[in-house]
């Protein structure tokens, strides 16, 4: 395919795109593309500087379970959340999503966090 034939391929779906059959297409597509393991490596390496099989190892020796309650995959609704430091970027491990927002919201503070212990041990 020459240049100016190309051109014309990329207006012609572009038009196509912008119309309803076309949007709902390309969703579909974006979907598809979205369960599979290839978005999800590409996310990973993206946004934590891991592999899937990085992942999976992790998962592995987690047993499935979140590093800090202990709830397993199966018990919750999203997939582990991947934790990791946001100063350094090293990747701790994985958490469910309520033990991953504690952390934040402390802060990773580990005062706050003993002192949290220690407030639930004195008021039960
Ligand atoms: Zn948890």
Request: net charge positive; with cysteine; aromatic share 6%.
């Amino acid at each position: 395919m020459n240049e100016k034939a190309k051109e014309s391929h990329r207006k012609a779906s572009r038009k196509y795109n912008e119309t309803k059959e076309g949007k709902e297409t390309r969703k579909k597509a974006y979907q598809k593309y979205r369960s599979t393991n290839k978005h999800l490596n590409k996310t990973l390496q993206r946004m934590y500087g891991i592999t899937l099989s990085q992942w999976q190892e992790m998962f592995e020796k987690q047993k499935g379970c979140c590093a800090i309650c202990g709830t397993h995959q199966v018990e919750l609704k999203i997939t582990l959340n991947v934790d990791h430091c946001h100063e350094t970027d090293k990747v701790r491990g994985l958490l469910c999503s309520g033990c991953n927002k504690a952390l934040g919201l402390i802060k990773t503070n580990v005062r706050t966090a003993k002192g949290m212990v220690k407030y639930i041990d004195n008021c039960c």
